[in-house]
């Protein structure tokens, strides 16, 4: 035994020792000195504390080479996943579970447009934009053939093919894609239009209500600007995505007349998918003529978010609608062709091939129209819904994007008219473009190619594609677009929100939400002309959601409190509730179950179980819960299984019954306990973590977090009858910059900046995040090279 024991112990330290060596073989150094052929000169980078790179270069093509080797050797394994989503190329890397996702994108044509993209781009000839991307996938692929890459490769048991330009536009395409409201929403309204009708839709808010809150607008005459002429089935689909789909976001931006200062006071949070790494890659670059502390997608050599030394830019979703779906007439005389008016178009066809690891290819064919791909074989919404082919037209596939000009655009601008112009490029996906400078500039442009429709299209149901009316007629010019420059009110946001109406006159629809964000942000701000970067933090983190107040005393003022009694508490509780979701509070426990059954309990019957689960998974839902709760004429209330009408208060009644008995039975018979904190999770899933056991390795996990529906700091998860809410989405960083310290700024990220699991950076912002802290987003020189304990040197070399 003795002997047995002794060989056990040698084997363990064994083991013991090769997982260390493992670890630390797979743990990425931030020092030293490396040679890469192409540099024209010697290129330092210091990382700062939370492995943020400062790169100092001596010339601009050998500061995007290197941001590209650094971004790699931190991110390498997210670009994959990502230029595989745009290229519809997941299967042959994770398998034929994807093989779906892969079809779905081949006919949206995200990966033909990618190829259109580039080829476009190349056609530019040599540009600025083009020498930078060249630099930055030369040292992309410098680190994909020298570095020492990510351990999901070794798990899934391959390697990365070099990086191109068409994988960036692929990239952008992806990007792209994550905005695409339509998929979700339209079948779902059509089905509704047509199987309900119009009495079911009135109590909804398929287009925006009066009572929503609308951004305003301030056209400038001094800005000028070239006019442009010229459900549930899908959610699961989407779900297996192994990125995150970019999902909202807020930004604001207060004049010097507003702030402690008298200079600037910029804020933004983009909202996105949570994932293991979080989205943006900080990252700090200097060569001569240029400085720039940006938010980097993986693969992008451009910040999509970021400062300079003078101005200041952020984005979130414009949400306007830009995808039309189009239900086509076959000519009777020819099956493959559609009729639009008298005349017959052709259907066309291509064949894709779809490589998948460990299978055969997968040869499919993609039909489309003058309208677009035809989507009834890979959205079975669709096809559940017509037989008839329904075709996608969307913006972002009419003509090749112009993305990495605007970006680099923006990035290197020098006057507001630039970002302006930049702005203009901006075809699709829809951005709100926020802008602040040293000058005391603020502004809003709402980037978007916006397509003028015939006033009978109801852009969110599908159209008769044989109806010459209801084809798109042109497109309004970018001087039109919603924007604010300099407003009165002394501060520009936005919450993606309705915008007000164009300079003719237009309210442009879209799947905007309700603007009970926007309205917080803008009563705040105008309540005060002294803010600075401290005080502002309160208004970033704060999680009040007035409405759902509202909706709480109204559903109370609907029930017989007697029948209750037992609940008193907690209906007092819920009475007095402020609409914040503070961890220690019950009051959102019993309101969001409430606020579930009862939407179950009225719509279930007419919608089926997953089309009611489809609808909780749009943006209706947050913005018709209010008018859906007091219509008077709501249809919805009556149960169709049964033969007596229901009422408003019987609904609420009941589902009130049912959230109380489950609520007992989860959290215990007080409502003491009812904790909000017991009833939210937050994790940060990483593409492998669906595999157990590697969630105990990627995924990472924080405390409870005061995840709510729709406040400011916006920590949303789906409404659900389990009554355990998984915080899905929330601020993919937060910033704040006062211009009267450029330097001074401050930003976090939910995990860190690293994608490397064995890096020390991999998560070590976590905690900072989830209890709403900042860290600094360094700029000054001296503090950078004087603080920084590490230093990468990277040397020209053969």
Known sequence: MKKLASILGALLLILVLGVLGFILWQTPSYKGELQLSGLGNEVEVYFDKFGVPHIYAQSEADAYQALGYIHAKERLF??????????????????????????????????????????????????????????????????????????????????????TLEDMHSIIGY????????????????????????????????????????????????????????????????????????????????????????????????????????VWFEAHVEYPGFSFYGNHLAGVPFGLVGHSRHHSVGLTMFENDDQDFFEEKLNPSNPNEILIGEQAFPITSRKETIHVKGKDPVEFEVRETVHGPIMNPVVKEIA??????????????????????????????????????????????????????????????????????????????????????????????????????????????????????TRSGIFFPGYYYPGERWNRIAKTITSREDWDLESIQSLQLETINEVSVANAKFMISQIDRRQFEDNAQILDDLAIWEGNHALKLSAPTLYYKWLYHTLRLAMEDELGKEGFEAYLQTFMMIRSTRHFLTHEENRWWDNRATDVLESRAEIISEALKISLEELSKQFGDSSRDWDWEKAVTIEHPHPLGAQKPLDKIFNVKTDAVEANEEAVNK???????????????????????????????????????????????????????????????????ETIKEKSENKMVLKPGN
């Not at 190349?122 to 570095?147: C, H």
């Not at 473009?433 to 442009?445: C, L, P």
């Open 384 to 501: 559940a819904l017509t037989q008839n082919p329904v075709s996608s037209w969307w913006v972002y596939i009419l003509e090749p994007t112009k993305a990495l000009e605007a970006l680099y655009q923006i990035n290197h601008a020098e006057t507001m008219q630039q970002v302006a112009d930049a702005a203009a490029l901006i075809h699709a996906p829809g951005l709100n473009i926020m802008y602040g400078d040293k000058a005391g500039n603020i502004a809003w442009w709402a980037a978007a190619k916006l397509p003028i429709r015939a006033e009978k299209v109801h852009s969110k149901i599908f159209a008769d594609g044989s109806d010459l009316e209801s084809q798109p007629k042109s497109w309004y010019p970018f001087t039109e677009n919603p924007q604010s420059i300099n407003p009165p009110s002394g501060f520009v946001a936005s919450a993606n929100n309705q915008p007000d109406t």
């Open 715 to 781: 920590l949303a998860f789906k409404l659900n009858g389990e009554g355990i809410y998984k915080v899905i989405s929330g601020p993919a960083m937060r910033i704040i910059m006062d211009f009267a310290d450029v330097e001074g700024s401050v930003s976090v990220l939910p995990t860190g900046n690293s994608g490397n699991r064995f890096s020390k950076h991999y998560a070590d912002q976590k905690e900072l995040y989830a209890k709403g802290k900042y860290r600094p987003q360094l700029m000054n020189e």
């Open 175 to 278: 990007m792209s894609f994550t905005f695409a409201m339509g998929l979700k929403t339209d079948p779902l309204v059509t089905k509704m239009a047509r199987e309900l009708g119009p009495d079911y839709l009135a109590s909804l808010s398929v287009q925006t209500l009066p009572e929503h809150h609308f951004i305003p607008n301030h056209y400038p005459d001094s800005l000028k600007t070239e006019n442009l002429l010229v459900t549930s089935e899908l959610t699961a689909l989407l779900e297996k995505l192994p990125v995150p789909l970019l999902e909202g976001s807020n930004a604001w931006v207060i004049s010097g007349s507003r702030t402690k200062s008298g200079q600037v006071l910029f804020n933004n949070d983009t909202h996105i998918g949570f994932a293991s790494p979080s």
């Open 78 to 163: 997210q670009l994959e996943m990502m230029r595989r989503v745009g290229s519809g190329t997941l299967a042959e890397f994770l398998g034929p579970d994807l093989l779906e996702i892969d079809q779905f994108f081949h006919t949206l044509g995200i990966p033909k447009h990618a190829k259109e993209s580039n080829a476009a781009f190349l056609a530019q000839g040599d540009t600025p934009w083009k020498r930078a991307a060249d630099a930055y996938v030369t040292g992309v692929n410098q680190f994909i053939e020298n570095g020492q890459l990510p351990v999901e490769y070794l798990l899934l048991g391959e390697k990365p093919r070099p990086y």
